[in-house]
Nanobody
């Protein structure tokens, strides 16, 4: 069983930065792909970024490329999302997700690719 706990959300002005953390239990034994999703009020949950735990390959949504960076620290069982140049449209609840079965990494942006989810952390960007 993988448990995910997000932290690091908060309120920031446009142009600012935040770093989200996702601490995972049973990390190195189970998850092979981890990701960040976000959901704004009235919108569908969308994939933000993903990282392959073993090889370190990363994937990003078009709206965050060049601004967000996903990384992992295997020793701490933690995945991070560094968010720079934040915009008001980045305001959303951010969720960490993990996949513990074999699958195609190219489908990283689909919710159904993941079988574990965190509770979310709120990010609010003001103009």
């Amino acid at each position: 069983q993988v448990q995910l706990v997000e932290s690091g959300g908060g309120s920031v002005q446009a142009g600012g930065s935040l770093r989200l953390s996702c601490a995972a239990s049973e990390y190195t034994l189970s998850a092979n792909l981890m990701a960040w999703f976000r959901q704004a009020p009235g919108k569908e949950r969308e994939g933000v970024a993903a990282i392959v735990i073993g090889g370190g390959s990363t994937y990003y949504g078009d709206s965050v490329k060049g601004r967000f960076t996903i990384s992992r620290d295997n020793a701490k069982n933690t995945v991070y999302l560094q968010m720079n140049s934040l915009k008001p449209e980045d305001t959303a609840m951010y969720y960490c997700a993990a996949r513990t079965y074999s699958g195609l990494d190219l489908w990283w942006f689909l919710q159904r690719s993941y079988n574990y989810w965190g509770q979310g952390t709120q990010v609010t960007v003001s103009s």
